[in-house]
């Protein structure tokens, strides 16, 4: 089992960037697609981006297509996330998840972080 620690978060104004990171112990990152999630207060945890174990394929929330991008090293057992053009409604707690499969992730079905905060003034 993979074990997941997200960072980078913090309190940013709109339209400007953040890098998250989440970064994994256990065997075998390379062998895990991965996701990342988040959740606003009051709504249910939603999908963002998703990336296969090579990092060959690559998939986003319609919401978030040519603002985010998602990335992996698996030489650093990391994937990232980097926001642009931050708007307020940004504002939640990002999750990382690890599943083998890239449908698996895409549905939050492997494991997950504990999360990170992303605040986006206006």
């Known amino acids: 089992q993979v074990q997941l620690v997200e960072s980078g978060g913090g309190l940013v104004q709109a339209g400007g960037s953040l890098r998250l990171s989440c970064a994994a112990s256990g065997r075998r990152f390379s062998s895990y697609s991965m996701a990342w999630f988040r959740q606003a207060p009051g709504k249910e945890r939603e999908f963002v981006a998703a990336i296969s174990w090579g990092g060959g394929t690559t998939t986003y929330a319609d919401s978030e297509k040519g603002r985010f991008t998602i990335s992996r090293d698996n030489n650093k057992n990391t994937v990232y996330l980097q926001m642009n053009s931050l708007k307020p409604e940004d504002t939640a707690v990002y999750y990382c998840?690890?599943?083998?499969?890239?449908?698996?992730?895409?549905?939050?079905?492997?494991?997950w972080g504990q999360g990170t905060q992303v605040t986006v003034s206006s």
């Open positions: 998840n690890a599943a083998y499969s890239l449908i698996d992730v895409k549905n939050g079905e492997g494991s």
